[in-house]
């Protein structure tokens, strides 16, 4: 079983920069699809951001050239540097990890506001 645990959510201005981070139980993001994923209030789950084990990254049109996936193996985290943030990047943003669709992890959310 894998824990996620996701930290760096809060409040901020629109313009503004947070970084999220997603530290995980083991050494696993060499060998599983990880992400970023988010989820505002009355709509669906949509992907923000995806790394691959062999570092190749993947970006939802609405968060490129703003949002930045990478990760430290070292330190087994996931990261999401989110800069010129807008008041439509309001969501809960997790974690995900994924091998197979028996191994499909989740963390428990970090809410990010952007708000004047």
């Known amino acids: 079983q894998v824990q996620l645990v996701e930290s760096g959510g809060g409040l901020v201005q629109p313009g503004g920069s947070l970084r999220l981070s997603c530290a995980a139980s083991?050494?696993?993001?060499?060998?599983?699809?990880s992400g970023w994923y988010r989820q505002a209030p009355g709509k669906q789950r949509e992907l923000v951001a995806t790394i691959a084990p062999g570092g190749t990254t993947n970006y939802a049109d609405s968060v490129k050239g703003r949002f930045t996936i990478s990760r430290d193996n070292a330190k087994n985290t996931l990261y999401l540097q989110m800069n010129s943030l807008k008041v439509e990047d309001t969501a809960v943003y997790y974690c995900?990890?994924?091998?197979?669709?028996?191994?499909?992890?989740w963390g428990q959310g970090t809410q990010v506001t952007v708000s004047s």
């Open positions: 083991g050494s696993i993001f060499t060998l599983y699809v």
């Open positions: 995900n990890v994924w091998r197979d669709v028996l191994r499909n992890y």
